[in-house]
């Protein structure tokens, strides 16, 4: 009977071990809890049988019995580590889980990116890269995990990708440039980014690199700058152009001026010739003395002086510059220069010339034979409509003033002719126009002297009556 007991109690504690055994590897810590139950109850009932037994037996039971609670203790302590650990390891696969969510979501962004991303380790070995750079290669991404631009590139374009890498390795700078690059067998341009990646420690373990394709971009730049070289060359050309027209224009403007300047000429040399034949009549009758020689050898001069300045004068009008000179200038000391030509021409002309220049004007920085060419035009074509208007009375109005409200001086050129009509003003200042009778003018004068004026950051217009002469008023900028 005690044998059995015993068997009975030994058989029962070793059947509750490897139930609590397997219910610990299975996590199935419920399952424990109702085997120790029905452990106690199987005890519980081997006590209740034998408790008419021998003391000894019941000693052996009631051992038992405190082995078991000892055991029921251990088990609990056990139970309660086994459901600590149990939520630490559903913790680690629910970070697990978002971090693999994480990469994945990483992925698809990277993947999605419209540029090529790759990150190559210290010795220029792809270890990662997006789906954008493996297509450039036609390969997969793990084909590319691995291996060199050697399997990839040209050896040429391989070695330079090595250099570029020693370079940022050994430097730790990133870098920024347009290189070449072959994408699918394609010859590209594209913008390149490289920058070297540090661990914790801060050592460089790789670089990043990311590039994206500028090949159109650079395409449109070289067109724009062929066409820009183009514009470039065309301006130079309209301004050679221009020049070679505002160089025609003062040729013709010299040729309106021929009777003005023969006029100017003659006057000097008409006293220089009274002067020494005076001279010439004292010496033959010896009475020309010293004192009268110093008297008239410098009006001689004099008038020489004027001759050189007439000259000097027409030589500068008619020279071809390349650009402007501009110094600050009276407007009334410019029109007086142009006038000293013509007013003989407009006396012979019969025309009346009406001068109202303002005192004390500011002056105007201007390149005064290019002004004086403008001014020169206008005059010229005055006198052309007063002397083609049919009326006897022929008038010109020249005046000057000075608009405070706009900073400008002005010089104004009105005449008595037939004026403008509305289309006629419409194409005034439009090249080759012309109002004029075939062969009496190149239709130059008055674009050439928009442009001049404009040039000067002034401008000029039209404001007179159809019928009543045409007015003509230039704005110049003054200088304060």
Same mark, same amino acid.
């Given at each position: 009977? =005690?044998? /059995?007991?015993? &068997?009975?109690? !030994? ?9 609590? @055994? $397997? *219910? ?80 994945? =979501?990483? /992925?698809?962004? &990277?993947?999605? !990116? ?9 010795? @220029? $070995? *792809? ?354």
């Amino acid at each position: 009977m =005690k044998l /059995r007991t015993q &068997l009975i109690v !030994l058989v029962s504690l070793l059947i509750f071990m490897i139930l609590c @055994s $397997v *219910f610990l590897i299975k996590s199935q810590s419920w399952l424990l809890v109702i085997a120790g139950v029905v452990m106690g109850m199987v005890i519980s009932l081997i006590i209740s049988k034998f408790k008419n037994d021998d003391p000894e037996v019941l000693a052996q039971i009631a051992k038992g019995r405190t082995e078991f609670g000892k055991l029921s203790q251990t088990l609990k302590a056990s139970l309660t580590e086994n459901e600590d650990l149990m939520k630490e390891v559903a913790a680690r696969k629910e970070r697990e889980e978002l971090i693999r969510k994480s990469e994945i =979501k990483f /992925r698809h962004l &990277l993947d999605s !990116l419209p540029v090529r991303v790759f990150y190559k380790d210290k010795n @220029s $070995v *792809f270890s990662a890269c997006n789906k954008a750079f493996a297509q450039d290669l036609n390969a997969s991404i793990t084909d590319i995990i691995g291996k060199t631009d050697y399997d990839f590139c040209l050896k040429e374009l391989a070695d330079k990708y090595r250099a570029d890498d020693k370079r940022i390795l050994e430097s730790g700078k990133v870098q920024e440039l347009e290189e070449r690059y072959i994408a699918d067998g394609k010859d590209m341009i594209v913008q390149t980014i490289k920058t070297p990646v540090r661990n914790e420690e801060g050592e460089i373990t790789g670089i990043l690199v990311i590039l994206w394709d500028i090949t159109e971009r650079k395409q449109a730049e070289d067109a724009l700058q062929t066409m820009h070289k183009a514009l470039e060359d065309a301006h130079k050309q309209l301004k050679e152009s221009m020049a070679q027209l505002v160089q025609a224009e003062k040729l013709t403007a010299l040729g309106e001026l021929t009777s003005g300047i023969a006029h100017e000429l003659n006057q000097p040399l008409n006293v220089t010739k009274i002067i020494c034949q005076g001279i010439l009549r004292d010496i033959q009758k010896g009475r020309y003395s010293e004192t009268e020689a110093k008297t008239d050898l410098p009006q001689i001069v004099l008038q020489m002086d004027k001759l050189a300045a007439i000259i000097t004068h027409m030589r500068i009008f008619t020279r071809q510059t390349d650009g402007m000179l501009q110094e600050k200038q009276d407007i009334n000391g410019i029109l007086n220069n142009v006038l000293k030509f013509l007013r003989q021409q407009y006396k012979d002309h019969n025309v009346h010339v009406i001068e109202n220049f303002a005192v004390g004007l500011p002056l105007v920085k201007v390149d005064s034979i290019r002004i004086e060419q403008v001014c020169l035009n206008l005059l010229t074509n005055a006198r052309y409509s007063v002397e083609n208007s049919g009326k006897v009375a022929r008038k010109i109005e020249i005046k000057t003033y000075y608009d405070d409200r706009q900073n400008m001086v002005i010089f104004e050129v009105a005449d008595n002719g037939t004026g403008l009509n509305a289309e006629q003003r419409n194409k005034l200042f439009q090249p080759f126009f012309t109002t004029k009778a075939p062969g009496s003018g190149t239709g130059l004068g008055l674009s050439v002297s928009k442009k001049i004026i404009e040039e000067h950051n002034g401008r000029i217009e039209e404001c007179g009556q159809e019928g009543e002469g045409a007015v003509f008023r230039v704005f110049l900028p003054a200088v304060q």
